[in-house]
Structures are given as C-alpha cells and as structure tokens.
C-alpha cells in the first residue's frame, strides 16, 4: 500500500499541531500531499433545532454567538496549520513533479459528515487524540473517520514526541479488523529498522483460550522481510487494553497498530474497550483499522 493523500481534519481545539505534524513528518518520509480540512459550521444549522418559544432576539443572540465561536475555531485552525506545517510547499493539485507538499482546505457544514466524505479517497486519515470529556464534535468526527470511510486512521497524542515510527508493536488477535490493520501498516512496517525488536507481534491472553498465535503473524511478516518478534501479554486485572499499552511502552515502540472495533447502534457506535482505552489513554500514536 502506498500513501499519496494524508487527511489532517482541524476543528482548532487542542491538538492540532501534533496531529498536523505527524502528518507533515510522514508526508515528508513518503513525498506525499497532506491536505489540512477545517469544516466551519454554519449557524444557521442551530435553527430547525432551536424549538418554539424563542424570540426573534434570542435566536439572533444565539446565532451571533455561534458565528463568534465558529470564526475564532476558524482562526485557532489556520494558525495551528501554519504553525505545523513545516515549511512545506503549498500545493492545489498534483503535477509533474512530486513530493511532500500541504494544502489547507476551509469547507461549510457538519464536520462528521464532510471528513467521512474527503477520508473516503484519502490514503490516511490523521486526527489527535479523541477525549472522554472532550467536545461531543471531536468524538463523532473521530468515529465518522474510523467507521464511515474505510480507510486507516492515525491517531496522534498532543504530548506523542515528535513522530518517528522506527519501532512498530502490532496488536494481534487474529481478527479481520487486525488483518486490515497490518495490511494498513505496511508503509510503517517497510520504514521501520530491519533489526529485531523494531516490529513486535503482541496478542493478549485473557482468562479463556485464545484464538491466535503472535508467532504466526510473525512468521508471516517474515515473509515479507520483516523480522518481527512475537510475544503473549496476559491481560491482567487492568483488562485487555491496559495490558497492550503497557507492552508496547516496555518494547519502546513509536507506533502501535491495531484494529478498531465497535458496534452499530442507530449510525453510533461503542467502541469495544480496548479500542477505547487505547483511545483515550495512548501515550503514542496508534494506527487503527476498523
């Protein structure tokens, strides 16, 4: 898989930069095009919700406070772009002559919506890290991008160090949504050192029998290549996604990737609690697949 369109949505909340400069880091390594998205919502889309009962003022009053925070949001946006965005060469459409360039795009509407749309032909989606108490916004972008596109999703802590991914810990538990993941990963998994301990295979062991080998991605991989080490993590009382974040942590690993899971309620979605954990609580960047 090759990556040529890396898809940065910016809201102007907290953590854009580092979500910008990942993308800009790994934009340089694979001379791609990273394309900021900044979605400004109209205020006028408060109306049909609004209810009966309010005055002509109160609805002017809420409309202008509306516009107020979308035009500061829009103004927090643009700055973190030129703030992260690398000296790179801004460029529209592609040419002739490639490598690494940006774009930033300023687009009118819901912003789960837009992003699943433009994610859909992106090769990569990159978004900071979602938070449990964090604006209702950000979560549902973050699940339109990992639910509604297809497409793999880099999911970047504000305090991550600067982007490298020279050490891959890959999260196995023989799933379709785990084989997705490693297939995504395989721009990472090629960068990455070719010496042993850069690519570690972790499955967790819970209380039942488990229902995949480390070692048999491992050896798969080496098919490829890739000499990836395989180890079986117990889960532990933490659970699952506590016990995979700290095995990845104890193989110093830049880069944890792994499948998402979740399931459909009414178009919304419950993150199964690794994916969850894993989420919210990362100290590194994850690539995730659904």
């Known amino acids: 898989m090759s990556i040529g369109l890396i898809l940065v949505p910016v809201s102007g909340l907290d953590g854009d930069r580092a979500a910008i400069a990942a993308g800009v880091a790994l934009a340089r390594s694979w001379s791609a095009h990273l394309l900021a998205l900044h979605v400004r919502l109209d205020p006028r889309s408060y109306l049909p919700v609004m209810g009966e009962g309010l005055t002509t003022g109160m609805i002017q009053t809420v409309l202008a406070t509306a516009e107020k925070e979308t035009a500061e949001l829009s103004k927090a946006a643009a700055a973190a772009f030129a703030a992260a965005s690398g000296g790179l060469p801004r460029v529209e459409r592609p040419g002739a002559k490639r490598g690494a360039s940006v774009d930033y795009l300023e687009e009118t509407g819901t ?119 395989a180890k079986l993590v117990e889960a532990g009382s933490g659970g699952a996604g506590a016990a995979l974040l700290a095995a990845a942590k104890e193989a110093r690993a830049d880069l944890l990737v792994m499948g998402a899971y979740g399931h459909s309620r009414l178009r919304e979605f419950i993150l199964g609690g690794a994916t969850r954990e894993a989420l919210e609580r990362a100290p590194l960047p994850v690539l995730l697949c659904h």
């Not at 990472?188 to 070719?194: C, I, K, Q």
């Open 111 to 229: 912003e789960a919506e837009r992003v699943a749309v433009r994610g859909r032909v992106a090769d990569l989606i990159v978004l900071p890290q979602p938070s449990g108490a964090g604006p209702v916004t950000a979560q549902a972008v973050f699940e339109a991008a990992l639910f509604e596109t297809g497409r793999p999703v880099l999911m970047v802590p504000a305090a991550a160090p600067a982007a490298r991914f020279e050490r891959v810990a890959i999260a196995w538990n023989g799933s379709k949504e785990a084989a997705r993941a490693v297939s995504a990963a395989d721009p990472f998994l090629a960068a990455a050192p070719n010496s042993k301990g850069a690519v570690v295979v972790l499955t967790i062991r819970g209380k039942g029998e488990r229902q995949a080998e480390p070692a048999e991605l491992a050896q798969a991989l080496s098919w490829r290549g890739i000499d990836a080490t």
